[in-house]
């Protein structure tokens, strides 16, 4: 098999990770949509006479859930149709590193932006005239849920439109696939957790509008410390894109780079979704309890933070696995 | 390539290292999150109780961080001990 041209490993990858890149990458979109979809429903249910503007909302959230689906659709055709010139070995793990990366980086991304706009349709239902209010807060957090997705593509791209080739094939490969994993598994958590802080800013201000400006802040606060895992595995993916290795064919040095990869990736799944749950309630007892407003943001704060330790963790073993083993 | 033994062993414990502490993270994370989520939520409800709620949150948070510390410790033992 090793005789087999590059070019040939190269179409291969190109073809199998087209198909992983759009599989994964179709999860989150469609989930988060429907659970859209889903309360839209029964928000119209409810007060049919507001069923134009839920609709409006509905299609409106939808469509900013569709951009992580997209991203990943868009570096699938990429993989399909493009001549990869001056192919390597290398060009073959860096097209399954960007399929990795944009597969893994969509699931959190599509699934969290549905939360929002469910809530907005929700909210429009009970507080019909700030629904412009409701709109806007829901754009906002669904921008915000969608930066993991768009790290994911960044890596991508940075995998597929650099030349690898004066890189050692052993391990570089590794270092490769692995800073797509670790990139598209973090985005996982944070686009989750982004989604349920942004949800219940969006809850907040149908039940209080007059607290729209509060509770906007303290779900930006929040979702910016839920992005933070998502970072940890962007930051980790740059060390592994731009080392520089020595030529090694034993199979140990490899697998600490990829392992480098999994661990800040799996590892930043759990704080971000464990940070999403806590700015959920955070932003919602904001606004159901303005006097409490810095009581509540101190402690959301802080319970974050301890959240994100194990992230941290993982960061340091993965760094651990690329400098020091 | 000829992969030896010694090599083959040192790849999978790094490779296990990684697995653990970045699977071994999941949990706590979440845990954690859970605690506080509920915390602010109390503070939200009573707010004159808030020192003894972020005590508590944070004490709950310690104990569910202990899984999290295992796999660290698991991890630093494959890279540097075993």
């Known amino acids: 098999m090793m005789e087999w041209e590059p070019q040939i490993w190269v ?17 989150g979109a469609a989930i988060g949509e429907g659970y859209t979809a889903s309360v839209a429903n029964e928000s119209m249910a409810r007060n049919p006479s507001q069923s134009n503007v839920v609709l409006k909302d509905m299609l409106v959230g939808q469509a900013v859930a569709e951009s992580a689906a997209i991203f990943a659709l868009v570096v699938a055709m990429i993989l399909l149709f493009s001549s990869f010139s001056n192919p390597s070995w290398l060009t073959a793990a860096a097209i399954i590193g960007a399929a990795l990366s944009m597969g893994f980086g969509a699931i959190g991304a599509g699934i969290g932006s549905g939360f929002p706009a469910g809530e907005a349709c929700r909210g429009t239902v009970r507080q019909p005239a700030v629904a412009n209010k409701l709109m806007t807060n829901m754009l906002i957090g669904a921008a915000v849920c969608q930066t993991p997705s768009i790290f994911a593509l960044v890596v991508s791209f940075i995998l597929l439109y650099t030349d690898f080739s004066a890189m050692p094939v052993w391990p570089a490969w590794a270092a490769l696939v692995g800073a797509g ?10 686009g989750l957790g982004g989604g349920t802080t942004a949800q219940a800013s969006v809850e907040g201000i149908a039940r209080r509008p007059e607290s729209a400006s509060s509770v906007t802040v303290v779900m930006l606060l929040g979702q910016a410390v839920v992005q933070s895992p998502a970072i940890f595995g962007l930051l980790i993916s740059f060390i592994l894109l731009f080392g520089t290795y020595e030529a090694n064919s034993s199979l140990a040095p490899a697998m600490a780079l990829l392992s480098a990869g999994l661990c800040v990736g799996f590892g930043a799944i759990g704080p971000a979704i464990g940070g999403g749950e806590v700015g959920r309630n955070g932003v919602r007892w904001v606004a159901r309890n303005p006097g409490a407003g810095q009581v509540i943001t101190r402690i959301m704060l802080v319970g974050m933070a301890v959240s994100q330790s194990t992230v941290i963790y993982a960061m340091v073993i993965s760094l651990v696995l690329i400098y020091v083993v | 390539m000829a992969i030896e033994g010694a090599d083959l062993i040192k790849a999978a ?6 697995i653990s502490m970045g699977l071994g993270a999941i949990g706590p994370g979440v845990g954690e999150g859970m605690v506080a989520a509920k915390a602010c939520e109390a503070i939200g409800k009573n707010p ?24 660290l410790v698991i991890a630093l033992l494959l890279l540097f001990v075993v």
């Open chain 1, 11 to 27: 179409r291969a990858a190109a073809f199998f990770g087209g198909g992983l890149c759009i599989g994964l990458g179709a999860i």
């Open chain 1, 181 to 190: 994993l670790a990139t598209g598994l973090a985005a996982i958590g944070s």
């Open chain 2, 13 to 18: 414990a790094f490779l296990g290292a990684g």
């Open chain 2, 48 to 71: 004159k109780e808030a020192g003894l709620l972020t005590r508590t949150m944070l004490v709950g948070q310690a104990v569910s961080e202990s899984t999290g510390i295992y796999s």
